[in-house]
């Protein structure tokens, strides 16, 4: 279950978007409900809940300033003008202990229209810590080498770690001001 999704009213719209303008103001009030609820089912239950997909969509459309899909159907989540070009965004979120390297992140299916892959850092209480982003490309070459070693190996393709991610994307696109 996602919402129904974010177009900021300030933002230019691409061509034949589907969004539905969206207050974000109203929105952000009720994230900030999510983020509790989420902190909660982890605590009783020991397991990040759906709500952790959609706060990290949320945060990364904040934060990069995507507009988000009606359902997420189409293969990626979001989208964004760069430079004249529509970067088609998947938006991953991770909660995370202390950011540590060998922590996974799963896997990242190659085919779709995507061109580009955010990950959402979260902290305990659900709030963005980093966002890094990976191009299609970049994140291509990573899974390719990854699946050549476990298939010489004789063991099934890993998923990526957050250190694998990191290593490809760089410096974070976004991060919270200490």
């Known amino acids: 279950m996602g919402f129904a999704y974010l177009y900021p009213l300030d933002m230019p719209k691409p061509k034949n978007a589907k969004v539905l303008p969206v207050d ?9 409900e999510a983020r509790k609820w989420a902190k ?3 605590a009783i239950t020991g ?11 949320f945060d990364a459309a904040k934060r990069l300033n995507l507009i988000l899909n009606q359902g997420g159907s189409s293969g990626y989540q979001g989208e964004r003008l760069i430079k004249d070009k529509l970067d088609y965004v998947i938006i991953k979120g991770k909660q995370t202990r202390l950011e540590g ?7 990242f ?9 955010a990950l959402v850092l979260l902290d305990s209480d659900f709030q963005a810590t980093s966002i890094y982003v990976a ?3 970049k994140l291509k070459d990573l899974v390719a080498t990854a699946e050549a070693k476990a298939k010489k190996d004789g063991k099934k ?12 994307a760089g410096k974070p696109a976004w991060a919270k001001k200490a």
């Not at 974000?24 to 900030?32: P, R, T, W």
């Not at 299916?109 to 892959?117: C, I, L, V």
């Not at 393709?157 to 490809?168: E, I, N, Q, R, Y």
Request: proline share 4%; hydrophobic share 35%; charged share 20%.
């Open 101 to 107: 390297a060998s922590e996974g992140i799963g896997k």
């Open 24 to 32: 974000l103001i109203k929105l952000d009030s009720a994230m900030k």
């Open 109 to 117: 299916t190659m085919s779709g229209p995507w061109t580009s892959a």
């Open 157 to 168: 393709a890993p998923g990526l770690t957050l250190g694998d991610f990191k290593s490809v």
């Open 47 to 57: 397991k990040n809940s759906s709500l952790l997909a959609d706060i990290a969509e």
């Open 135 to 137: 191009s299609k490309s």
């Open 40 to 42: 909660t089912y982890k």
